[in-house]
């Protein structure tokens, strides 16, 4: 089962910042918080990790709350393009898989 | 790099057949990787982990004969839908990690249709 939250949609204006918060209140100590996205009929695209600290990278970057039970993704200047299903996952330790969740319909309006 | 190619993209198939969908790992090797599905408005249900040498490792309720994976090789992990019917139209996915640092990659998908 899916150890995350989210809520099942969110919009946001073009260019400005899109957050997407996410639960995972029964995380572990040696689990990663990972983000991908879907646009429809598509592979979901890798977009960030983290374990403890907030990430950056050239797509988003990963907040998370220093007892780890919650992460906020922000994409700094959303664009129609950032349409998609978001979804966050954490990683059982001890295991490869992930397990999505249900995700966050994130629409990005004119 | 770390690219996921999914082979093929769509494919329709009569009731009764079977059919094949290919991953490969084009710019790094995977020991192992694992096969998802979709229905339409819902989210990627993880169906099995394939492993490289060695026997898939299904989730619960995944239906090992009939959902056939071969891991070959380092780069190559196969999917077989046997004797589908139109229950088994639905879109799969594959993925692979090239390794412990890095994120998961996904292929673009496989629209199976069974009419």
């Known amino acids: 089962d899916a150890k995350t939250t989210q809520p099942t949609s969110m919009d946001c204006a073009e260019g400005r910042a899109a957050n997407l918060p996410c639960n995972h209140s029964t995380i572990s100590g040696n689990e990663y918080v990972y983000w991908y996205r879907q646009i429809h009929s598509q592979g979901p695209q890798y977009i960030i990790h983290g374990l403890k600290n907030n990430e950056t990278n050239e797509m988003a970057s990963l907040i998370i709350t220093e007892d780890r039970k919650s992460s906020t993704l922000i994409l700094p200047h959303a664009t129609l393009r950032d349409t998609a299903v978001y979804y966050c996952i954490v990683r059982v330790a001890g295991s490869e898989k992930l397990v999505f969740g249900k995700g966050t319909k994130l629409t990005v309006n004119p | 790099g770390a690219v996921v190619s999914q082979h093929p993209s769509w494919v329709i198939c009569k009731s009764g057949t079977s059919v094949k969908i290919e991953c490969r790992s084009l710019d790094f090797q995977a020991t192992t990787m694992f096969w998802y599905r979709q229905f339409p408005k819902q989210s990627l249900m993880l169906m099995a982990t394939?492993?490289?040498?060695?026997?898939?490792?299904?989730e619960q309720g995944v239906e090992k004969d009939k959902f056939l994976i071969n891991h070959a090789s380092l780069t190559l992990s196969t999917l077989t839908v046997t004797s589908a019917h139109p229950e088994d139209s639905s879109f799969y996915i594959c993925?692979?990690?090239?390794?412990?640092?890095?994120?998961?990659?996904f292929g673009s998908g496989t629209r199976l249709t069974v009419v």
């Open positions: 993925s692979a990690r090239r390794g412990q640092d890095y994120g998961y990659t």
């Open positions: 394939s492993n490289e040498g060695s026997k898939a490792t299904y």
